[in-house]
């Protein structure tokens, strides 16, 4: 038996393409890997687009995440994000009170400016003549009426957010106005995914090369050599892409151990053990890793998506403004329509003017409100508020909810990554024949 595999080994050693058939697998392996990373990167870059038109073809590439942003957070928000809560859920949790008195206090410091600043705008000549025992008054009247207001306003506009607020649209338009957060919440949620593809692809190379090394035995024609890369990259691709997201339920499997990884894997990073019976949880890469992306999604989320600032802008300056501002005028107008500040405003403006004058005061009141609502550490303080809730929530995603979290992004344009690894094994293929058997 060992004289017989002897023999083989030297006929197969005496083979004019000897050195072509043993670099099958290296160079499989390296390819495999190597256009594996090149497609990942394609997914995300360039942020914008890098090329050239011809008329209105372009001929160029740009990330499909960045390219597709607008289009793929909204499949997220209908998939997702939308089952985790409500708006008027998020801003109940960022208590609305706490918010009405730091917004009314920064409102309350300003208000005395804000009037003048409006009056000398309106009719300079005639705010300057009135008596300053009127404007005091005036000014006292709004600062006692204020923070009962605000807490209204606040409260009113929490009950009608999702009239006032459209969070797909909000969402949308935030990914759109920033690709780049687009591919950071990507590459920051799904990196242990990506890294995962990229590696475990040189190990399927490696398979898929023994496989093309005995076929080559059997069939040793020259153009089969980029034909089978051309299929080892289709496959190789499809199969890194699937085997991130299934099987999405765990299913455990018995197997014999003798090792176990070294604690925090440190090096030699295995060590021997007295055997026995271990568990192996086959399981998408992404769909085992619910607990960890928890944490890392709703942490992005809470600062970067659904923010007090994204919210409240969206309401004030949005598709759904003029609802906003009707119900603004309306809590302004309990101060504006006092009798002493009516019957001063009106008497010495006229009432086509002191109509002007309010809506003046309510364009102004909104860009004060943004103020403190634009703060980092404001804002920060309200995403600890409904942090904790995402987070929970996430964990509680059933499997197909939870693999939408990340499939978007792959699912409708991976085709693309598929063909591509299957041109790409066709040119490594091509080079390798001209390289090593010919």
Wanted: proline fraction near 6%; include cysteine; hydrophobic fraction near 50%.
């Amino acid at each position: 038996m060992l004289e017989y595999i002897h023999e083989l080994w030297l006929a197969f050693l005496n083979r004019p393409d000897f050195w072509g058939v043993m670099s099958i697998v290296p160079v499989t392996a390296f390819v495999t890997w190597a256009h594996v990373w090149m497609a990942l990167k394609m997914v995300f870059f360039p942020v914008n687009f890098w090329g050239f038109h011809i008329g209105p073809i372009p001929v160029g590439w740009q990330g499909i995440v960045p390219r597709k942003a607008g289009h793929i957070s909204g499949v997220i928000t209908d998939n997702a994000l939308s089952k985790l809560g409500s708006l008027q859920e998020f801003l109940h949790a960022m208590d609305p009170d706490e918010m009405a008195d730091i917004i009314g206090m920064q409102i309350d410091a300003d208000l005395e400016t804000l009037i003048e600043e409006v009056m000398l705008e309106r009719n300079p000549i005639l705010w300057e003549n009135v008596p300053y025992a009127i404007k005091r008054r005036i000014f006292a009247q709004a600062h006692k009426q204020l923070p009962n207001i605000l807490k209204e306003l606040v409260t009113e506009l929490t009950l009608n957010v999702e009239n006032l607020v459209d969070m797909r649209e909000m969402i949308v338009r935030r990914m759109e106005g920033d690709r780049r957060l687009m591919v950071r919440m990507f590459l920051t949620v799904g990196q242990k995914e990506i890294n995962f593809i990229w590696h475990i692809s040189a190990l399927i190379g490696v398979v898929f090369g023994l496989i093309q090394m005995v076929i080559w035995f059997v069939v040793p024609w020259h153009w089969t050599v980029p034909i089978w890369a051309a299929i080892w990259g289709l496959l190789t691709n499809w199969i890194a892409i699937w085997m991130v997201f299934n099987p999405m339920l765990p299913h455990p499997v018995r197997y014999p151990q003798f090792f176990t990884r070294t604690q925090d894997h440190q090096f030699p990073w295995i060590k021997p053990i007295v055997p026995r019976m271990g568990t192996y949880n086959i399981q998408g890469a992404f769909m085992k890793r619910q607990d960890e992306v928890s944490t890392v999604f709703a942490k992005i989320v809470t600062e970067e998506l659904i923010t007090l600032k994204t919210i409240m802008t969206e309401m004030m300056y949005g598709s759904r403004k003029d609802r906003t501002r009707r119900i603004v005028k309306r809590h302004i107008n309990q101060i504006m329509d006092t009798p002493l500040v009516r019957t001063t405003l009106q008497l010495s403006l006229g009432p086509k003017e002191y109509a002007k004058l309010k809506t003046d005061l309510i364009d102004r009141s909104i860009e004060i409100t943004m103020v403190p609502v634009c703060d980092p550490a404001f804002n920060a303080s309200r995403a600890q508020k409904i942090y904790q809730m995402f987070r929970e929530r996430i964990r509680d995603l059933t499997p197909q909810e939870f693999q939408n979290l990340l499939r978007p992004a792959f699912q409708e344009d991976e085709w693309i990554l598929i063909v591509l690894g299957g041109v790409t094994g066709f040119l490594a293929g091509l080079i390798h024949l001209f390289v090593a058997f010919l």
